[in-house]
């Protein structure tokens, strides 16, 4: 494999020469570049002697670049590991500068990166460090935890660089699960490549008057992450979203509606050439029956307002009723009784399955993880709880074991 060790400034920069020299004894290629930082605590010359490959410091080095430019060297690495990473490189990176070769480097890589941080106990608390780390997590950065103890400062605490077998032993399990989820990947195309899948996501808010509405806390995220996921191994995506704050993934179609009954004529619209329809929009049960033309006043002398409800059409359940139909997956949302729930409605809206989740406080509903369980008449499958994008995959791959 080759690795790309970035080194940038801090007291931990010694400890990449460990570094090196176990991804070299592996048999690993090693580049190493180092910011000016990082310079000066340490010589580039130990890891010129360690990696066998010049060290590489500066963006704008002709000789080198003529060699191998800073694109060249960001398409040479399988691996990109950044230790020490200081807090002064998680913001810039965080921002996606590219002041220097290394900041450039990253901006220019589709490859994954590591990321070991290392620095004084108040800075890794500090609240913008946090938020840095959180975004670049987000973003797919594979961020280490530091180590508790003594501090070069005489500080005791959270902020030490993780020892440099503990960095090796984590890039190689990286890989590993990097193969996997290349694996999976392929495993999911054969099926999902040229198949065409509609998906419901988010709220839908039914009009009170012209300023207020009902609504609920649905974010999009887990319907926008089975789009997501399909797209990216080949499926055709209609996405059909109620009001949410999310960018349309790539390669998806989305269509943006309010109302329960927006999304119903949109869905009515596009079901027809769906191979698969998952709705996991948390569809309004209910409508005012007669929105005010103009916003509503208090009346003077009453403490309560009633509204008259209707029901709305029941959107998954009038798509399982058609004769030409697809797939159809449901979501069951519950705070109570979960399984039973979930399996009463799979049957009275005549699904071919449905997918279970608690929600509640800090459950379900805006999280960015979940825990489904996969319900068919014949199946059942609790997928242990992680992030969004994983029940994605893991509820696709699940789908296309049945159809
Ligand atoms: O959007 P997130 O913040 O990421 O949260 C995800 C989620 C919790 C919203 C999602 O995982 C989920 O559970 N979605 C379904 C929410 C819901 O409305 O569940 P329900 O049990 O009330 O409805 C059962 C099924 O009928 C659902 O598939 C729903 O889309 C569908 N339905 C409901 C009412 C209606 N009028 N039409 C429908 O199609």
């Given at each position: 494999m080759k690795i790309l060790i970035g080194v940038t400034g801090?007291?931990?920069?010694?400890?990449s020469l460990e570094l090196t020299r176990l991804f070299i004894k592996a048999g690993h290629e090693v580049q190493v570049v180092m910011t000016s930082g990082a310079k000066e605590f340490i010589q580039p010359l130990s890891f010129q002697a360690l990696s066998g490959n010049p060290v590489r410091d500066s963006l704008f080095d002709t000789n080198q670049e003529m060699g191998m430019g800073h694109i060249e060297l960001a398409r040479w690495a399988d691996q990109i590991v950044i230790a020490p990473a200081s807090a002064e490189t998680l913001a810039k990176l965080r921002m996606g500068r590219a002041d220097d070769l290394l900041t450039t480097l990253v901006v220019a890589t589709d490859k994954p990166i590591m990321l070991a941080p290392a620095m004084n106990k108040v800075m890794w608390s500090n609240a913008a460090t946090q938020e840095n780390v959180a975004i670049l997590q987000q973003r797919g950065f594979e961020i280490l935890q530091p180590a508790s103890g003594e501090q070069a400062c005489g500080d005791v605490g959270e902020g030490r660089m993780p020892e440099p077998q503990v960095i090796f032993d984590a890039v190689n399990q990286f890989q590993v699960q990097q193969v996997k989820n290349q694996q999976a990947c392929l495993e999911l195309r054969r099926f999902w490549k040229g198949k065409t899948l509609l998906v419901t996501a988010g709220p839908t808010y039914e009009a009170i008057d012209p300023v207020r509405f009902i609504g609920n806390r649905s974010s999009g995220k887990m319907g926008f992450a089975i789009a997501e996921v399909a797209a990216k191994v080949g499926a055709k995506v209609t996405l059909i979203a109620g009001p949410v704050n999310l960018s349309t993934p790539v390669k998806v179609e989305c269509l943006n509606v309010r109302s329960a009954q927006q999304m119903f004529e949109a869905v009515q619209q596009h079901v027809a050439s769906a191979d698969v329809f998952i709705s996991a929009a948390a569809v309004a049960d209910f409508r005012v029956a007669e929105p005010a033309a103009q916003k509503l006043k208090k009346q003077a002398g009453s403490d309560e307002m009633v509204l008259t409800l209707t029901k709305n059409p029941d959107i998954v359940a009038w798509v399982a009723q058609q004769?030409?139909?697809?797939?159809v997956v449901g979501f069951a949302a519950e705070t109570e009784n979960v399984l039973e729930y979930a399996r009463t409605k799979l049957r009275s809206k005549n699904l071919d399955m449905i997918c279970a989740n608690q929600v509640g406080e800090n459950l379900g509903f805006e999280q960015d993880s979940n825990a489904l369980t996969l319900i068919t008449e014949q199946q059942e499958k609790a997928l242990p709880s992680s992030t969004k994008t994983q029940q994605a995959t893991d509820l696709l791959r699940f789908i296309s074991d049945l159809v």
């Open positions: 801090g007291i931990a920069a010694y400890k004769d030409t139909k697809p797939f």
